[in-house]
């Protein structure tokens, strides 16, 4: 069954370190690739999309991902991160042509001021 | 131009009554997706409407839930018969025209089941 992991839970950092967040699905098919953003108490904002092309994808917030094809992975980055990048962050599958999103369990950002 | 909107944002139940969420999709937006977020879960995908049709109901539990998106109104999400289990914040996406379109989420409905 298709499916979508985010290894880790709960990712604490300092202000100005690097962020890397894993997303691995599993899917065979060619598949449409989402990374969204949920702030404390708001809802769900998207970060960035793929859905073909140029594999390094430049989102909002100075956000990146990769989507690199023969690891199934579609980690998000950002360089140097900020007290309000604070949030939980979720990766999100939709095989093409299917209106299945599947979303991979969070991953929860803590920066220290 | 107005995003998706969802109300109750909040909602109290006790078990055994029903619950109504409520999906107003974005002007121009005619497919609607819900998604149940648990607690410690990721989102998960529910059911997917069109206007008057019902796509896909696939990550929909077979009793007790059912969804509609009529030609006039907002798209209803209708809990009967609420279990403690069912405490969770529902979300609401829409889209222009196909999953292949970017989905836009509203702000979700907390339901609590007392």
């Known amino acids: 069954a298709q499916s979508v992991s985010q290894h880790n839970h709960h990712v604490i950092l300092s202000e100005a370190a690097s962020l890397e967040l894993g997303c691995n699905y599993s899917?065979?098919?060619?598949?449409?690739l989402f990374w969204y953003v949920q702030y404390p108490g708001q809802h769900l904002q998207l970060l960035l999309k793929y859905f073909s092309g140029d594999p390094l994808v430049k989102g909002i917030k100075g956000f990146e991902a990769e989507f690199i094809k023969s690891k199934f992975s579609f980690n998000l980055r950002k360089p140097s991160v900020q007290w309000s990048d604070t949030a939980e962050y979720f990766c999100?599958?939709?095989?093409?042509?299917?209106?299945?999103?599947?979303f991979g369990a969070g991953t929860r950002l803590t920066v220290k001021p | 131009n107005a995003g998706v909107m969802q109300n109750p944002r909040h909602l109290v139940r006790r078990r055994g009554q029903e619950a109504r969420l409520r999906c107003s999709p974005m002007?121009?937006?005619?497919?609607v997706y819900w998604y149940r977020q648990l607690p410690e879960e990721g989102l998960k995908f529910m059911v997917y409407?069109?206007?008057?049709?019902?796509?896909?109901e696939s990550g929909m539990p077979k009793e007790r839930f059912s969804a509609e998106f009529p030609k006039e109104g907002p798209s209803i999400l209708r809990i009967q018969q609420v279990v403690r289990g069912d405490s969770a914040a529902y979300f609401c996406?829409?889209?222009?025209?196909?999953?292949?379109?970017?989905?836009?989420f509203g702000p979700g409905t907390r339901l609590l089941v007392l």
């Open positions: 999100a599958v939709t095989p093409y042509n299917n209106n299945d999103m599947r």
């Open positions: 996406a829409s889209s222009p025209q196909n999953s292949q379109e970017t989905q836009y």
């Open positions: 899917y065979g098919g060619t598949v449409n």
């Open positions: 409407l069109q206007k008057e049709n019902i796509i896909d």
């Open positions: 002007k121009g937006h005619s497919h």
